[in-house]
């Protein structure tokens, strides 16, 4: 029988797929199911059939599977913030470890690698230290707005429905944020709310209010509140900034950011500071970060601490090592290593970053740092010295391939590889194998009910 789009089955799911979504086959096809886990007997619509595969939404959950559980976020089953809420904890990890094994095996060809356990994060709730809201002028009404909504759609501030760039709902409480950062979401819903000026509509590209970041230093208790506008009028917000301030001892800058670009990002052409400091300072371990608001920082500062161990051990440092820390952000890795070797170089392409970087080495009194700011693609191949061991952190897309082959030039005794995307590390450590064994992984999850999960990889050059 020919699988088509509208039909309903009732199915059990029979496997995790990538993107966390259920997997089961129909007549030899694969289907991805949104919302279900393996176990799960469901009643299904085929949403979209494509040549090899189709995917599908639940109707009706008619057996759960005994890993699920009551979610404890009234937004869960529509919020792109975390879709894993429904399954415990014990049982996302080891299908965060299975994705990166399967992720080695499949698309690297590395077959005898150990995958170690994954290891938890220190809190399951309340452990994001940033948090992006959306504004929007046209609101995506919940299931419980539909019920009792007259009115016409209106300003909303809050988090995304996956799957489109204007789905954005006014979400209330997250708790994947400590809690205080629901109350300054509150109190700046209501001051725009007030303010006259319009939110920025996601379709029309016209409006004022972008976007609210909070970021949370866990060290101090500090709070960091950055607005993005899409025009520069900064008294339409000091007296939010005042207020925040005045009201919350806890709010240590309130910055504004101004963007008149029309992509979804929050870092703006300009910045200003409207209240208390320009930075946060956070710590992990012994050291202490300064943090720009458009600065790169592990969202789960306990879990980044656990991912920074693990990078440290399998680096195995005797004190007497150059290493080279590619795509060094505000310069974490390198500081974190600086006590156990020789000398680091960063390399970063970010400016702002590179300058968070050399202040936290004064900050923290290291001098043993060194950062390239650039392109790595560029900057790399002017480095002449050679590392005793390499870092390499990059962003989602993994390396470019011309990074992989001046990596395999430089040639370091051994590598560390972090990575928050299974897929493109996979492929990565395959161009890398010839020379280069992969001798464990092991996941450390910072991201707990989202399907995310963080990698550190140990590589060593094979012999000659
Ligand atoms: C995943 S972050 C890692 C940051 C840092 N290792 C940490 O743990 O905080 C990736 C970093 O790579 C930087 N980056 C992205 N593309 C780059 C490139 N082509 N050259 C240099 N740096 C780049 C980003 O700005 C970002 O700071």
């Known amino acids: ?98 994705h990166v094994r399967e992720s080695l095996q499949h698309i690297g060809q590395i077959k005898d690698v150990t995958v170690h356990p994954t290891f938890p994060s220190p809190l399951t709730f309340g452990y994001r230290n940033k948090m992006e809201f959306t504004c929007t002028d046209q609101r995506w009404l919940t299931p419980a707005e539909m019920q009792h909504f007259k009115t016409e759609k209106e300003f909303g501030i809050g988090l995304h429905v996956p799957g489109t760039f204007f789905k954005v709902f006014d979400t209330k409480r997250c708790l ?43 060290a101090h208790n500090r709070w960091m509140v950055n607005i993005v506008t899409a025009a520069d009028d900064p008294q339409a917000l000091q007296p939010l900034a005042n207020a925040l301030m005045q009201k919350f001892p806890e709010v240590s800058a309130v910055i504004q950011n101004v963007t008149s670009r029309k992509a979804g990002v929050t870092t703006g052409e300009f910045e200003r500071t409207l209240a208390g400091a320009s930075t946060l300072t956070d710590n992990i371990g012994a050291f202490a970060f300064e943090i720009s608001a458009n600065s790169f920082f592990q969202t789960n500062t306990p879990g980044a601490a656990k991912l920074y161990d693990t990078v440290k051990r399998y680096a195995q440092l005797r004190g007497s090592e150059t290493i080279m820390d590619l795509y060094s952000g505000t310069g974490t890795i390198p500081i974190l290593l600086s006590e156990a070797a020789r000398a680091v170089i960063g390399l970063e392409v970010v400016p702002g970053a590179v300058a968070d970087a050399e202040r936290n080495c004064r900050i923290n009194q290291v001098k043993n740092c060194h950062f390239v700011p650039g392109d790595i693609r560029k900057t790399l191949p002017a480095i002449t010295q050679r590392p005793d ?30 990575s928050c995307n299974p897929s493109t590390l996979a492929r990565d450590l395959n161009l890398l194998q010839e020379t280069y064994q992969t001798q464990e992984v092991q996941p450390v999850d910072l991201f707990p009910h989202a399907y995310h999960i963080e990698s550190v990889a140990k590589l060593v050059k094979k012999m000659a």
């Not at 469901?42 to 890993?67: D, G, Y």
């Not at 390396?399 to 560390?416: C, F, G, N, S, Y």
Request: aromatic content about 8%; proline content about 5%; glycine content about 8%.
């Open 176 to 218: 994947l944020q400590p809690d205080l950062g629901n109350h300054l979401l509150d109190d700046v819903r209501q001051y725009i709310t007030s303010s006259g000026l319009p939110a920025y509509g996601l379709r029309s590209h016209e409006g004022f209010w972008r976007f609210l970041m909070l970021r949370h230093s866990v």
């Open 389 to 418: 061991v390499l870092v390499i952190d990059p962003p989602r897309a993994g390396m470019h391939k011309d990074v992989v082959k001046q990596v395999l030039a430089l040639l370091p005794e051994r590598i560390v590889y972090v």
């Open 1 to 98: 029988m020919k699988i088509k789009k509208g039909q309903c089955a009732e199915v059990e799911i029979s496997d995790i797929a990538f993107g966390g979504k259920g997997l089961v086959r129909l007549n030899g096809l694969a289907v991805f199911v949104d919302q279900a886990l393996p176990g799960d007997q469901v009643l299904i619509r085929i949403t979209r059939k494509k040549k090899n595969h189709a995917e599908a939404r639940v109707l009706e959950l008619l057996k759960a599977s005994p890993h699920r559980i009551h979610p404890p976020c009234v937004y869960s089953g529509f919020c792109g913030g975390c879709k894993w809420q429904f399954l415990e904890y014990a049982v996302q990890l080891e299908y965060k470890r299975q």
